[in-house]
């Protein structure tokens, strides 16, 4: 774990995440990340404080990391800041054996209040290739960043429904003829995972 990586952390008993960048560092004792934007610490606030125990998860060179730990304190001046009990273990589940299946399923996805409407051109249980016509998006792909929580929504073949999925932007690439994201998928309902899986099969994967 290094200073600038993206945790993301969810508080025991809820199902709300965060992402929070993480700042500092001491060993053995405690970590400090930053406290997400203004907007979002107004819907939280009464879930983030001193005691509550969390989740955290975080990518470190295609392998997931995460740890259960407990929040010591919370200051707002001059920054707004949260400390957590450094972990007395830390696990880690290597994603880069999920195989990737091409495919093309059309596909939205949901940043905020704004929606992109594409495809799917690569998936696999940990995440997905989303790709979209930069010119119909123009503005609002200037606005992407990454490590936006968002939620993509699908259609697999012989499924009438779409399926969603909460997820993380991890990156995008932005060319003439299109733009893609690649996405890691986060908290998948079982009912969405088994047919995922069952999809993957289907194609070999």
């Known amino acids: 774990m290094y200073i600038g990586t993206i945790l993301r952390l969810q508080i025991e008993g809820t199902r709300r995440r965060l992402s929070c960048e993480l700042i500092g560092v001491d060993d053995g004792k405690y970590l400090i990340v930053k406290m997400p934007s203004l907007h ?28 259960q730990s407990t929040i010591i304190d919370l200051i707002h001046n001059p920054f707004k800041l949260v400390f957590i009990k450094y972990p007395d273990k830390t696990d880690s589940y290597d994603v880069r054996g999920n195989k990737r299946v091409e495919c093309f399923l059309p596909a939205s996805v949901k940043i905020a209040e704004q929606i992109l409407e594409g495809s799917i051109t690569d998936i696999s249980r940990a995440g997905c290739l989303f790709t979209i016509e930069t010119h119909e998006h123009e503005g609002l792909i200037n606005m992407l960043k990454l490590s936006n929580e968002i939620k993509i929504g699908f259609y697999l073949p012989g499924i009438a429904e779409e399926l969603n999925v909460d997820a993380d932007q991890k990156s995008i690439k932005i060319d003439t003829d299109g733009s893609s994201l690649g996405i890691e998928f986060v908290e998948m309902d079982s009912t969405v995972k088994a047919k995922l899986i069952d999809f993957l099969s289907k194609a070999g994967a």
Do not use: P
Request: no cysteine; aromatic share 10%; charged share 15%.
């Open 40 to 67: 979002i610490m107004e819907s939280v606030s009464n879930i983030l404080v001193t005691g509550n125990e969390i989740t955290a998860k975080y990518m470190h060179k295609g392998t997931m990391f995460g740890f």
